[in-house]
């Protein structure tokens, strides 16, 4: 079992930057996708990014595309996800979480091993 921590979370006003962490611990970081998504106050859980275990594969949500960018050390068992220019949009609940390795890499069914998510609020 992969445990993940999230943290880096925090207010911003509109186009600040933050930098999100995820931690994995316990029996193996495999080599697997690791997902960022989030999720707003009545909305589902919706999929921001995802990146392959070497690096080479990356996809973004479209609207977060040339705004965010995910990168991973496998060396640390960490995930990041750098977020530039926020808009109060991007507030919501930040969450990551490990690929099962079947299914889609874009829908959170697909992914087990979810941290408790970090807060990020952007004030315009």
């Known amino acids: 079992q992969v445990q993940v921590v999230e943290s880096g979370g925090g207010s911003v006003q509109a186009g600040g930057s933050l930098r999100l962490s995820c931690a994995a611990s316990g029996r193996t970081f495999s080599s697997t996708y690791m997902g960022w998504f989030r999720q707003a106050p009545g909305n589902e859980r919706e999929f921001v990014a995802t990146?392959?275990?070497?690096?080479?594969?990356?996809y973004y949500e479209d609207s977060v595309r040339g705004q965010f960018a995910i990168s991973r050390d496998n060396a640390k068992n960490t995930v990041y996800i750098q977020m530039n220019g926020l808009k109060p949009e991007d507030t919501a609940i930040y969450y990551c979480?490990?690929?099962?390795?079947?299914?889609?890499?874009?829908?959170?069914?697909?992914?087990?091993?979810w941290g408790q998510g970090t807060q990020v609020t952007v004030s315009s």
């Open positions: 990146i392959s275990y070497s690096c080479s594969s990356t």
């Open positions: 979480a490990q690929h099962r390795q079947q299914g889609s890499v874009f829908l959170p069914p697909s992914y087990a091993n």
